[in-house]
């Protein structure tokens, strides 16, 4: 039996077969949000049906008859500026999978752009559907278009015809220093919009979002402590995605099943370019120049299926050298137990290394999280005794 080499070993241990596939459709947007990350978002390149195709029998050789579906993430650029028709050409060779339950197609949407013809041909191909809105008109002022208009009205009008169709929809907010001072009124604003769910991404510096100041710690943790207060009044509905990820992990250790937290693995996120580009880890990471990574490209599936790429992803130097912050973050941070270890793009944008630990955002969105949790447990003991 041959030998299965070290680093094939390590990655079985920290990685899962992907459950996620991003793809870009295209790397223009019509917004120019003060905070972006893209630094291809005002060029129109975008994905041909020819890529879309190959990516959709790349798709198939991930997407196991008994496993979950892959998740087929449209996330761009800002993917309904390819248009209706376009956009149709792109999830069609795909629809053989969907409709054998083997992929669920997401699209990630500023909803500026959201006609009646969206709203058909969203339904018709099942797309669930992410918003991005910061909150109310006041909170929203960094999504603006390529003139430094305000997009709120637009958006609003998006959602409005969403709501309109019963399609349903997730909200992604982007948390900053200037909008993270009064999360109550955010939190009634996103239940207003009849969204099922919230993700808070708080301001993270990364791709070409390098010049401004990230929130901080404390703000952080006070940003959260007023959620989870907010979070527990009676009649509560809305669902914040990180506070119920910390629930999860809570109810876990309660029923005596911690372990079942512990033996999840990571995804390796796949991340596919308009070109058929690919990158592992992160997102964030596509787009991103840097000859001493490689540009972090670790294929084409024009050129070699990603069942293959990801078959090999043990081999990329970029990865190893991730694995090796896991092991430094599970050897030395507290948290390590609940945040499972920072997140690449961080770790490349914020320390220049992909080994290191500790980051921002690991305070921000996790660390903070914690101790907002633990600081209002303590005075609700307090305050029993």
């Keep these: 039996m041959p030998r299965v080499p070290h680093r094939r070993l390590l990655y079985n241990q920290w990685f899962t077969n992907p459950h996620t596939v991003v793809v870009q459709p295209t790397t223009w947007c019509n917004l120019d949000c003060s905070y972006c990350y893209l630094p291809l978002r005002k060029l129109k390149h975008r994905m041909s049906a020819e890529v879309a195709a190959v990516l959709a029998r790349s798709v198939a050789g991930i997407a196991t008859d008994d496993g979950p579906p892959i998740g087929v993430v449209w996330h761009g650029g800002e993917p309904l500026t390819v248009g209706v028709q376009h956009f149709a050409a792109l999830l069609s060779p795909f629809e053989e999978l969907r409709e054998a339950g083997r992929v669920h197609h997401y699209v990630q949407t500023n909803a500026t752009l959201i006609t009646s013809a969206w709203c058909d041909l969203l339904d018709s191909y099942g797309v669930r559907v992410g918003v991005s809105i910061d909150g109310p008109q006041a909170k929203n002022g960094e999504r603006v278009d390529l003139r430094g208009k305000p997009a709120f009205d637009r958006i609003m009008r998006g959602i409005g015809r969403l709501r309109e169709r019963g399609i349903p929809f997730s909200v992604i907010s982007v948390v900053t220093q200037n909008n993270m001072v009064a999360p109550e009124e955010l939190l009634e604003f996103l239940t207003s919009l009849g969204c099922d769910s919230v993700g808070f991404n708080i301001e993270e510096t990364e791709g070409a979002n390098v010049g401004r100041q990230a929130p901080l710690a404390e703000q952080a943790e006070e940003f959260w402590r007023r959620t989870l207060t907010w979070c527990q009044r009676d009649g509560y509905k809305l669902k914040v995605r990180e506070i119920e990820r910390l629930a999860e992990y809570l109810r876990l ?43 972090f490209l670790v294929g084409n599936i024009l050129r070699t299926p990603l069942a293959e790429i990801i078959d090999n992803a043990h081999r990329i130097g970029y990865v190893s050298e991730f694995m090796t912050g896991l092991n430094n973050c599970r050897a030395r941070c507290p948290f390590f137990d609940f945040c499972r270890g920072a997140q690449a793009a961080n770790r ?25 949790l633990s600081t209002l447990a303590t005075h609700e003991e307090g305050n029993s005794v």
Aim: charged letters at 25%.
């Design 253 to 295: 250790i309660r029923d005596g099943e911690h372990e079942r937290w512990g033996q999840r693995h990571l995804d390796p996120i796949p991340t596919v370019s308009f070109s058929g580009d690919v990158v592992l880890l992160s997102p964030e990471l596509a787009d991103t120049t840097d000859p001493a990574y490689g540009d």
């Design 348 to 372: 490349y944008f914020e320390n220049g290394d992909l080994s290191t630990t500790e980051t921002n955002h690991c305070r921000v969105s996790r660390q903070a999280l914690v101790t907002a």
